[in-house]
């Protein structure tokens, strides 16, 4: 069973730095694609970024590019996404989820980890 | 920048049927799917490459893809379909959402 168990609620203050982690399992983490989705609150999903285990290769949405990094330890099956100075606007439920597809026909997201919620306020 | 565009909200009664939108500049020339999200719960996959369904994702959910426009169809709605959903594209090496739709069955 493919399983993406993600770290637990954070409590943070503004310009605080976060890691939090998605670990995959049932499945080849090198293989596919881990994704990361933040949900504000009341909101819909937006998608941040996704990189690929196997040779790192990662992408980012223009929304998030140099607000966010991610990265992934494939020897623990292990994705991250880390910020250097959160913002009250951080505030949000982050998802990671397994990505597959292709370049040329796209890709979707075929299972999802239960959410980290993060809050920052001072 | 590439965009999905869902109406807000769509209503049905318990055992009709439930269509759900997305429009896009050429969409049927791309893959389209569709995620389930439940109030509390993380999304869903309920139909990829524009009309696959994952296993255990029941037959009742339909999606086609074609011109401008995606469509999810919920056929003999049930009162658990109550969610939101949202479609999803790949456009220019980049993950595009659509707004979402509250699917209320009442």
């Known amino acids: 069973e493919v399983q993406l168990v993600q770290s637990g609620a954070e409590v943070k203050k503004p310009g605080e730095s976060l890691k939090i982690s998605c670990k995959g399992s049932?499945?080849?983490?090198?293989?596919?694609?881990i994704g990361w989705v933040r949900q504000m609150p009341g909101k819909g999903l937006e998608w941040m970024g996704m990189i690929y285990p196997g040779d790192t290769d990662t992408r980012y949405s223009p929304s998030f590019q140099g607000q966010v990094t991610i990265s992934a330890d494939k020897s623990i099956s292990t994705a991250y996404l880390q910020w250097s100075s959160l913002k009250a606007s951080d505030t949000a439920m982050y998802y990671c989820a397994r990505g597959t597809g292709t370049r040329e026909s796209g890709y979707y997201f075929d299972s999802w980890g239960q959410g980290t919620l993060v809050t920052v306020s001072s | 920048s590439y965009e999905l565009t869902q109406p807000p909200s769509v209503s049905v009664s318990p055992g009709q049927t439930a269509s759900i939108t997305c429009s896009g500049d050429k969409l049927g020339d791309k893959y389209a799917c569709w995620y389930q999200q439940k109030s509390g719960q993380s999304p869903v996959l309920v139909v990829h490459?524009?009309?696959k369904r994952p296993s255990g994702i029941p037959e009742r959910f339909s999606g086609s893809n074609s011109g401008n426009t995606a469509t999810l169809t919920i056929s003999g709605t049930q009162a658990m379909d109550e969610a939101d959903y949202y479609c999803?594209?790949?456009?220019?090496?980049?993950?595009?959402f659509g707004g979402g739709t509250k699917l209320t069955v009442l």
């Open positions: 999803q594209a790949w456009d220019s090496s980049t993950v595009v």
């Open positions: 049932g499945y080849s983490f090198t293989s596919y694609w």
């Open positions: 490459q524009d009309s």
